[in-house]
């Protein structure tokens, strides 16, 4: 069936242009892979607190020792300033030798931050490079997969009491201890993610151009792994922290004189029967520092796939 | 092996470790590739068609043969400078452009990559010069370098791919199936692109493809392959004309055709390898009539020549 033509005059019409180099435009489209995970992640009021939380954390505990004249390791002679409630002068406290304890929360903090940050660089560092190697070489796949055998299968805790055991207990003989074992997990999550990714057909196409293997490893392989190392960071900060607390606990941490979350819950818990706020202010930081970092570097995770940008 | 001779494949055989087992994915493929030319591998998924491609690029490493370019030998060990000859010499486009252009670099880079990689260009300015020319040669906009993939469509992908290649300056391209993964519609802008720059720089093309309609369209000679063996090598046209081999008639049956008169009565024919009696004397490649070579034993070859 044909549909009659409505009567029109053909000078109503002018016909299209045609333009080729506007036609190549039409492919545009506006999207920043960075500013897209900003915006997922900034989404969440609870990540939005966490990180804000984490941020007033670190700067309050890098700006106290600065500007506070109180010294943590100034033991009191008098009896009467031993052991105080919190509130009466000490937001804290103090502790079985008259300690300051709210100064001694924001020095511990410092040095736990600075140990999981250090031990989190250093695992990020090592287990980037290597995992990288070890997913696109494949003749270290053999080796590799030994070393992390043997590394997996010692027992952590063994592995730690015996390093501090035969190193000086101190700051860097628990990043030592804690980074020997730690860069090998995040170098198999590498590894896997390497090996997704080697084969394909835009890095067939930079084998054809001849491109060298620390250029390809540069270029197409790391780009892809930044938000997973971001997150692996932020994950190895309260791991770090909370190794150190534990070796704290056991007593073979940080020197005594060394004032470190470990070390106030390990004093607090000797007390804690009599007086529980000693151990309850520095777990409580503890737990908000672990915590934050765990969830934030969560969320972060979840919103660095592109697969969750909307 | 006449002066034309670009690129020369003598009994090329690959093999991938199957576990224990080895399996062979191209068993004895030999052609030569004339200089300007368009000679097309054709076949059906698996048939080894895209492994003899990247074994050329030095991708898989070959168990049989030799692949010789200008005469000089390209496949096995070669030194640092044999290698430096092949890779700015041949180049490759790939089938998947939503796969085959990294999504965390910028065009600028993608384009450029060859360069850096050898060193092609005095300064920046000379590097610059040239990205814009490769993307103008295909039809994109120079601003379009400081551009991520994910921005253009699939057939700009393809062209950008194209442009990666072209900016090494190759004489032989091997195309594996550039347009297959393309829409319909931006497919003829690919190929049309593909016949120009031919023209234009006297490349020469392997081209491999599994869609005959295209291939007949651009092809001077057409090889195909079936299960890693050549089965048959004929000029395009002759190849339409009288194809010999029952798996090129196979292949030839199932190209659709615009008619749907003619398409309603067309038999489609399926190949059933046992239709061969290789019992008496194994088959061979023969030259059936001039420049139509066929795999097939004594007594087929007597009967496709009558």
Redesign the interface.
């Known amino acids: 069936m044909k549909r009659p033509m409505p009567d029109l005059a053909p000078e109503l019409f002018r016909p299209a242009l045609f333009d080729e180099a506007a036609a190549e435009l039409t492919g545009y489209a506006h999207y920043s892979y960075w500013r897209s995970t900003m915006r997922t992640f900034l989404k969440s009021p609870v990540s939005i607190f966490l990180l804000a939380l984490i941020v007033v954390l670190v700067t309050a505990s890098f700006i106290y020792p600065l500007v506070s004249p109180t010294d943590p390791n100034r033991v009191d002679l008098d009896t009467a300033t031993w052991n105080m409630e919190p509130g009466s002068g000490h937001a804290f406290g103090t502790d079985g030798l008259g300690r300051d304890l709210w100064a001694r929360a924001w020095y511990g903090t410092r040095t736990s931050m600075l140990l999981g940050l250090i031990i989190a660089i250093l695992d990020v560092g090592i287990g980037m490079i290597a995992g990288a190697l070890w997913g696109y070489v494949k003749r270290l796949d053999r080796v590799m997969t030994e070393i992390y055998n043997v590394l997996n299968n010692i027992p952590q805790t063994v592995f730690l009491i015996l390093l501090t055991y035969i190193m000086r207990p101190g700051f860097w003989t628990i990043v030592v201890a804690l980074c020997t074992t730690g860069w090998i997990g995040i170098a198999r999550f590498v590894r896997n993610k390497v090996l997704m990714i080697r084969d394909a057909e835009y890095n067939i196409a930079s084998r054809c151009l001849g491109t060298p293997l620390h250029r390809m490893i540069l270029k197409n392989v790391l780009p892809y792994l930044v938000s997973i190392l971001i997150m692996e960071a932020a994950l190895t900060i309260p791991y770090s922290i909370g190794s150190e607390v534990f070796l704290g606990f056991i007593g073979l941490g940080l020197p005594l004189d060394t004032v470190s979350l470990g070390n106030l819950v390990n004093l607090g818990k000797n007390n804690f029967m009599l007086y529980p706020y000693q151990l309850t202010w520095p777990t409580l930081l503890l737990a908000a520092i672990t915590i934050s970092f765990y969830i934030v570097g969560n969320r972060f995770a979840d919103a660095s796939d592109p697969r969750n940008h909307v | 092996m006449s002066d034309d001779t670009i690129l020369s494949v003598r009994g090329l055989g690959v093999e991938f470790p199957m576990g224990r087992k080895r399996f062979t994915a191209v068993d004895g493929v030999s052609f030569d590739l004339r200089r300007g030319e368009t000679f097309s591998l054709v076949g059906e998924s698996g048939s080894g068609k895209t492994t003899i491609g990247?074994a050329i690029?030095r991708?898989h490493p070959i168990s049989k043969g030799e692949i010789l370019f200008e005469g000089k030998r390209v496949s096995g060990r070669i030194d640092a400078s044999a290698?430096?000859l092949l890779?700015q010499r041949i180049?490759?486009i790939?089938?998947?452009p939503m796969?085959?252009?990294?999504?965390?670099?910028k065009i600028d880079?993608i384009v450029s990559?060859?360069l850096?990689?050898?060193r092609l260009f005095k300064d920046e300015a000379e590097r610059r010069a040239k990205v814009e020319k490769a993307l103008r040669d295909v039809?994109?906009?120079p601003e379009?370098a400081s551009?991520?993939p994910?921005?253009?469509?699939g057939g700009?992908r393809q062209r950008i791919?194209i442009a990666?290649a072209l900016v090494?300056e190759p004489e032989l391209l091997i195309a594996d199936e550039p347009i297959s993964a393309l829409d319909v519609s931006i497919r003829s802008q690919v190929i049309n692109l593909m016949n120009r720059l031919k023209r234009d720089r006297g490349l020469t093309y392997l081209f491999i493809a599994h869609d005959l309609s295209v291939v007949r369209f651009i092809s001077d000679r057409i090889a195909v392959i079936y299960r890693g063996r050549l089965v048959e090598l004929a000029g395009a046209e002759e190849l339409f004309a009288h194809p010999l081999h029952p798996y090129t008639r196979a292949l030839l049956s199932a190209v659709p055709l615009p008619d749907p008169e003619v398409e309603r009565l067309k038999k489609h024919v399926a190949y059933d390898p046992s239709i061969h009696d290789y019992s008496q004397g194994k088959p061979s490649w023969s030259e059936v009539s001039s420049g139509h070579f066929v795999l097939g034993n004594e007594c087929e070859i007597r009967g496709w020549k009558a």
């Open positions: 990247r690029m991708i290698e430096r890779r180049q490759m790939f089938q998947d796969a085959s252009l990294n999504e965390r670099a880079y990559e060859g850096y990689n050898f039809g994109l906009i379009f551009r991520f994910h921005e253009f469509s700009q791919g990666r090494m």
